[in-house]
């Protein structure tokens, strides 16, 4: 299958609740080694992907570091304003080793034309909330 999250199938990180020039959240979609979104600040911290077309998503695969838990929700709708849930899960404290999780799901992204918090042109959008009790405390280069 297809891995939808990623420049070259046209997804993007349109909206983050946090920013490190040094690690941005479009490193989310990033599949090399060595990069990552860094987050700071209040918890819980969420982003929105734009996926680049209309798709049907049945497995979501996360790798994380130092997070509690992580929710995950969708929008099919033409306004990205009514997110549904997916899923949500509490994370084993690997004592600030990679978090690897891949979740079977069934959902729809549906599109949208709306220059609102989600973005335009079409739009199937994911948000994701990665919550954690720790900053992010390793960096590389």
Not at 76 to 101: I, M, S
């Amino acid at each position: 299958m297809d891995d939808l999250a990623t420049e070259a199938a046209g997804a993007s990180v349109i909206m983050a609740t946090c920013a490190d020039e040094r690690h941005p959240a479009e490193n989310i979609l990033e599949p090399k080694d060595g990069s990552f979104w860094a987050t700071t600040g209040l918890y819980p911290q969420e982003f929105v992907i734009k996926l680049g077309s209309v798709s049907q998503v049945n497995k979501i695969r996360t790798l994380t570091s130092n997070v509690k838990r992580f929710v995950l929700e969708y929008c099919e709708g033409e306004v990205p304003d009514k997110f549904k849930p997916v899923f949500e899960v509490e994370l084993a404290d690997k004592n600030a080793r990679l978090q690897t999780e891949v979740h079977q799901v069934n959902c729809q992204a549906g599109s949208s034309s709306s220059p609102s918090a989600a973005g335009g042109g079409t739009l199937p959008a994911c948000t994701g909330s990665p919550s954690s009790d720790k900053e992010e405390e390793e960096e590389e280069e």
